[in-house]
């Protein structure tokens, strides 16, 4: 009888840390995300989550361990495949793997939607123009944005720039979306609009890693909840365990607060 073979994640951290200056932000961080999962990373302000996040597009360098990502390797020298450090072109096509959805949006201002969301398809990957265009009108047409296509972002509510924003990496084709707390700069009211696109649509069948102080929201979509505390991951595991019986007092604690 042939044994099943361990499946390999699609990213893996090995010993992380990042430091800036004397400050340490992570401090040997483990963790492993398995094709298709969704990982929902919870904690106080200043734990490390957001540079977790960062670290694994390497819009932040490391200073020691490893990130395994689809055959790609980060590390202190910087992103390799193959034993190879990758150059700057390179690293701008790896980190395509990798749709990133803000805190702040980030849409260019002199854009308008559409310029913003088949910029890089079209600039960076050398996609057809009119494919991508027609495609962005269908993603913009799921998440009620069709009328807001030549709206330049400055006239769109926080919820509507979010849900751009979304779009422009969706349309990337990422096989992983990362999420940096997307509804921490919107007004309460508007939250649930964003929650909403990305629990049904930004990562259905993809894997995904999100940065949330939504409890709620990330025990309805994570397949696992790890919380961190001072750069540790302190307590992980799946979310009806973790968010109603965590084993350590600290989750308990933080959870309490929250909820």
Known sequence: MQLDQPVKPLVRLSGVWKRFGKLEVLRGIDLDVNEG?????????????????????????IQDGAIEIDGFLITPRGV??????????????????????????????????????????????GRDRAAVTEEAMDLLAKVNLADKANVYPARLSGGQQQRAAIVRSLIMHPKIMLFDEPTSALDPELIGEVLKVIGELAIKGRTSIIVTHELAFARDIASKIVFMDAGLIVEEGPPDKLLTSPKLDRTRAFIARIL
């Not at 980030?106 to 088949?118: A, Q, Y």
């Open 37 to 61: 999962a969704t990982v929902a990373i919870i904690g106080p302000s200043g734990s490390g989550k957001s540079t977790l996040v960062r670290c694994l597009n390497h819009l932040e360098p």
């Open 80 to 125: 390799e495949k193959s034993g190879r450090l990758l150059g700057q072109r390179e690293v701008a096509k790896f980190r395509t793997l990798l749709g990133m959805v803000f805190q702040q949006f980030n849409l260019f201002p002199h854009l308008t939607v559409l310029g913003n969301i088949i910029e890089a398809p079209t600039g960076v990957l």
